[in-house]
């Protein structure tokens, strides 16, 4: 079981947008901020989203992240095949005194 | 270019201790404001964080295995270790070490750092 929650799965066609969302509390998200990962299997994660919507250099625009209470949204616009990976969310938790991660969600495209 | 490349054993008998090395290019061990983290991926499951190493001198390790983690660095070598007492077979996982950069708020305080570096992963089994 996750601290942070988050759907499974998401799904959506080439081209259009998909908005995956993460659920946490006030330990968490509600007093620090999220971050994105994408990965696919086999490979190292990527850091997508820092600071709920700070983009690391070489990360498109097509790739949103807010915040908004104790949970967050990554959004991803112009969906495109390499998209297909797992999103995972992730926030300090200042009472595990650590970084805590989503559940992951697996998007299809 | 910062690089990570985890080594160590790919599989591990119950009851034994796990040891892992990340070996770092591209970026210094002892460099202030870095964390220096492990991180898995149990098969079917979600990335875990395990724990870091903090400005070389300070340790954050998951509850659940505090205990039986020790992560410490080298200098020397560049590199920085995992050691995990008395494995079970649910610490079979994926292993990951990563670079995270203290990074502060629009509060000014230390909040999530990004972990912006990753190594490929090393698979470990743990059984007998």
């Known amino acids: 079981q996750s601290v942070l929650t988050q759907p499974p799965s998401a799904s959506a066609t080439p081209g259009q947008r998909v908005t995956i969302r993460c659920s946490g509390s006030g330990s968490n998200i509600g007093s620090n901020d999220v971050t994105w990962y994408q990965h696919v299997p086999g490979k190292a994660p990527r850091l997508l989203i820092y600071g709920n919507y700070k983009r690391p250099s070489g990360v498109p625009d097509r790739f949103f992240g807010s915040k908004s209470g104790t949970s967050a949204s990554l959004a991803i616009n112009g969906l495109q095949l390499d998209d297909e990976a797992d999103y995972y969310c992730a926030a300090w938790d200042d009472n595990l005194n650590g970084p805590v991660f989503g559940g992951g969600t697996k998007l299809t495209v | 270019q910062v690089q990570l490349q985890e080594s160590g054993p790919g599989l591990v008998k119950p009851s034994q201790t796990l040891s892992l090395l990340c070996s770092v290019s591209?970026?210094?061990?002892?460099?202030?404001?870095?964390?220096w983290t492990w991180i898995r991926q149990r098969p079917g499951k979600g990335l875990e964080w395990i724990g870091s190493r903090y400005n070389v001198g300070t340790t954050y390790y998951a509850p659940s295995l505090r205990g039986r983690l020790s992560i410490s660095h080298d200098a020397s070598t560049n590199a920085f270790s995992l050691v995990l007492d008395s494995v079970t077979a649910a610490d079979t996982a994926v292993y990951y070490c990563a670079r995270g950069r203290a990074y502060y708020g629009s509060s000014g305080y230390p909040t999530t750092p990004p972990f912006d570096y990753w190594g490929q992963g090393i698979l470990v089994t743990v059984s007998s």
């Open positions: 591209g970026d210094s061990i002892s460099r202030d404001g870095l964390y």
